[in-house]
């Protein structure tokens, strides 16, 4: 059983320490009590305390100041600063100088006592974070060590070194630029240029002087020759990503660069030959794109010599913890976080997310919650600012609708692609995990509930890692 939470109180006013103190112990808090600036920020110095409350104007120095000092001494003791200034200033000098929290003066004795509590659990969680490993991966590296992966790290070994156009299929998000770059640096043209172009992102009508460059004069505006992609890419690598996005008119002109090795600047009528490696890239199902006449049959076998796809991050759930410590090391750096550290209980969260965005959105939801966290190890709650309740077999209507209408949003925003994809694939892996836990780990009875043959039951209970009881 724990010992009770031992509070740091630096207030000057008598009477107000009284109330607040007499609040505190019947709440079940140890209090200390200092009447000063130098008194309250020596015994924070000299003593751990779970959590302290200081207030804004004090003798000797200020609550800011000792909030400061205190923030690079003990950077996990959360602060919460009261203070009678109704000022966007001191709200935000307070935050940026490490204040866990702040209170506005006069406020409910119930807000202070939620906001200890959830500061001393914040403080006690911050005894246990989740271990970062020494050894991350640092860079455009590809992280993650799950079966998908490696099966990844494998393909990539085999055709990086070969001359050969390669096709890279995955849910946005998942990674296949660094997938390119990793293919490219395991080849012979790792000291020759690494082109990139999204072919989603450049308006049709500039696209072909793009990617093969014009000549003056050839459109208005074009006022001095332009060296195209392709020609900036001689004797390395090209990285068309998206190019299920491109036009039929580019598409034709593409696959006669592919066929003839040769690229022609828009209002120019010099053949120029080009040595590309082209890798190419897309989250669109091209076969029915062939189908619905918006991709050349031809084209498409003439980019898919190799082809590697990439998992999307619900279907390599056991690479989540390690993508954490990537991202938090990566941007704790950048943001000035000495030592970025996890909850357990956040991290778990994390796991049982959908993750309709895959690795991009989770690295956005972690680079928010270290600010959300200031310096603290990052909490559930900090999470659930930018990210919903994970789905699960047991969740009522309301958290499906919320599911639904957040990935349909992300979908709008353009931060996840095949949205109806994502939501049946999720759809499908609750209907598994409610029959198998209602066959009580009987797979046969479950398949034979859902409709389904059991060879494919088992195939799809290993694809969502449900891992059930083996058939009595």
Known sequence: MQSPAHILLIEDDSELAGIIRDALEAGGYEVTLATD????????????????LTDFQLPSQDGLNIVR??????????????????????????TRRGAWDYLMKPFPLTKMLQLIERAVESSRMA??????????????????????????????GRVAAKP???????????????????????????????????????????????LFGHEKGAFTGADARRIGRFEQADNGTLFLDEIGELSMGTQAKLLRVLQEKTIS????????EVDVRVIAATHVD????????????DLFYRLNVMTLTLPPLRERREDIPLLVQYFLRRHGAALQILQPAIQPEALAHLEKQPWPGNVRQLENVLRKALLS?????????????????????????????????????????????????????????????????????????????????????????????????QDA
Request: hydrophobic share 40%; proline share 4%; charged share 30%.
């Open 286 to 297: 091209l076969e029915k794109a062939i189908a619905d006449k918006r991709f050349r049959e």
């Open 164 to 210: 050969v156009t390669v096709l890279i299929r995955g849910e946005t998000g998942t990674g296949k630029e660094l997938v390119a770059r990793a293919l490219m640096r395991f080849s012979d043209r790792l000291q020759k240029p690494f082109v990139t172009v999204n072919c989603a992102a450049i308006p049709e009508t500039l696209l072909e002087s793009e």
């Open 373 to 469: 966290a200031r310096g603290y190890p990052i909490g559930i709650s900090d999470l659930e600012k930018n990210l919903g309740a994970p789905v699960s077999a047991t969740s009522g209507s309301n958290t499906w609708q919320k599911f639904i209408a957040d990935t349909v949003e992300a979908a709008s925003r353009g931060e996840v692609e095949d949205a109806m994809k994502v939501l049946q694939s999720k759809m499908e892996e609750e209907a598994l995990r409610h029959a198998i836990e209602l066959a009580e780990g009987n797979q046969a009875k479950a398949a034979r509930w859902l409709g389904i043959s059991l060879p494919t039951m088992r195939e799809k209970l290993r694809h969502y890692a449900l891992h059930p009881k």
């Open 127 to 156: 005894a246990r974070p989740v271990e970062l490993e020494r050894e991350v991966a640092e860079g455009d590296s590809i992280i993650g060590r799950s079966p998908g992966m490696q099966e990844v790290y494998k393909e990539i």
């Open 69 to 94: 000092k205190l923030h690079d001494e003990k950077p996990h003791l959360p602060v919460i600063l009261m203070t009678a200034h109704h000022s966007t200033d001191v709200a935000i000098q307070a």
């Open 37 to 52: 600036g130098d008194e309250g920020f020596a015994l924070a110095r000299k003593k751990d305390y779970d959590a302290m």
């Open 265 to 272: 600047r828009v209002g120019g009528r010099e053949n120029i």
